[in-house]
């Protein structure tokens, strides 16, 4: 198979969807990587060592759509690159479909094969190829949150993890997955108050095993949800259905009577974000005020710090993209249910049923194409 790579043009993002070391790994089994010039050169992934791995270096996203049996990416396509797809062509990126209709409505007429990172299982449960994106994304969560709290930022003037007589910031994170537990990692190491919520008490029973009492867990009911959220400095959601629009936990009317200077991280904001003031920002204007509370919703944080997301993301996605290059994506999917749950588009039809249900498309069953 012939596998492509563009340079991604989200604004600020830097990640690239194919390292040297994955370039090799494909050609090595004897298929055929075309990497437009410069993919990577802003991470230190330069094209001599592209070509000594056995890529083929093309001019520009146009060369490399055209050509390419299979596309790998890192972030959705944008309008221009979603209009050089075509019928049968295979993606295989993020995609987070649920909150973007017109995407999602691009993807489909191209006729392309839409595989979703951010849904494919793993066996023993979980989201292996999202898990690395929300390592990164939990642990810088709490780094732009505590750099935000300054006054120059728009904070209050909280930091973060006091000092000797004086309290430190009290952080409250919605969500213990695996944004969730990076984050009070993190949290924690810098010397804050932490209470991490969820509904999930097996999960939190599992948190205080391990961390005891340098952090508060709470079951999170809608009254302990309110209560905490005004009382926090900083607050992180990291709440995910998978494949769907994220639930708006904090209201408008909770952040209106946050304390003046909190500042709000919604790492959640792929999914269209889990608090009702968020909307999506971009690195170059990272945040906004809303009722005088900081909203921090950079929809890819780990773009900032682009050079340990993409070979992270590159260990997590380079056995399924082998797969589906190797088998093609019929027999990849129909021998291994975990990546046909990858499958959120194809040939017209949406296949992923959170998608079709949050977006009102007719949801055709991945088997049905299979």
């Known amino acids: 198979m012939r596998i492509g790579c563009p340079k991604e ?87 987070h479909l649920a909150p973007d209709p017109e995407q999602t409505a691009a993807l489909v007429k191209s006729g392309a094969i ?22 990164v994304a939990g642990r810088m969560s709490v780094q732009a949150g ?5 006054l120059s930022k728009g904070g209050m003037g909280v930091l973060l993890g006091g000092v000797p007589g004086v309290e430190p910031a009290h952080v409250l994170i919605i969500g213990a997955g695996v944004v969730g537990t990076h984050a009070l990692q993190m949290a924690i190491g810098l010397g804050a108050r932490v209470t991490v ?43 995910l259905v998978p494949g769907a629009a994220a639930p708006k936990l904090v209201t408008r009317p909770m952040v209106r009577c946050m304390k003046k200077g909190a ?26 005020v809303v009722d005088g509370v900081v909203h921090y919703c950079v929809a890819n944080m780990p773009g900032a710090v682009a050079r340990t997301s993409t070979f ?6 380079i056995g399924h993209g082998l797969a589906l290059a190797t088998k093609g994506w019929k027999q990849a999917m129909k ?5 046909k749950a990858g499958l959120n588009v194809a040939a017209g039809k949406v296949t992923y049923q959170a998608v079709a249900r949050d977006l009102g498309y007719d949801y055709v069953a991945a088997d049905s194409l299979l």
Do not use: W
């Not at 049996?69 to 295989?92: F, N």
């Not at 029973?205 to 867990?217: E, S």
């Not at 904001?269 to 945040?287: L, N, R, V, Y």
């Not at 021998?335 to 990546?339: A, Q």
């Open 9 to 95: 043009i989200k604004n600020h993002e830097y990640r690239v969807g194919l390292t040297p070391a994955s370039v090799r790994e494909f050609t090595t089994r004897g298929h055929e990587v075309l990497v437009q010039s410069g993919a990577g050169a802003a991470i230190g992934l330069h094209d001599e060592h592209y070509a000594a791995a056995g890529a083929t270096l093309v001019r520009d996203a146009a060369e490399v759509f055209a050509r390419a049996d299979m596309v790998v990416k890192v972030k959705e396509p944008q309008p221009q690159e979603c209009a050089m797809l075509r019928e049968g062509q295979i993606l295989y990126t993020y995609l």
């Open 114 to 135: 839409c595989v979703a990172y951010e849904t494919i299982t793993g066996p023993n449960g979980g989201l292996p190829l999202l898990a690395p994106m929300s390592e």
């Open 146 to 150: 505590a750099a935000h709290l300054e």
């Open 197 to 239: 919520m969820d509904k999930n008490v097996d999960r939190l029973r599992q948190l205080d095993l391990v961390f005891g009492n340098r952090i508060k867990t709470l079951y999170s009911s809608a009254q302990a949800l309110e209560e905490k959220v005004l009382e926090s400095d900083l607050v992180i959601g990291g709440v």
């Open 263 to 288: 500042v709000l991280v919604d790492v959640a904001i792929d999914q269209g974000g889990c608090f009702e003031t968020s909307k999506a920002t971009t690195h170059a204007e990272p945040t906004y």
């Open 312 to 317: 992270a993301l590159n260990n997590a996605t």
């Open 335 to 339: 021998e291994d249910p975990h990546l």
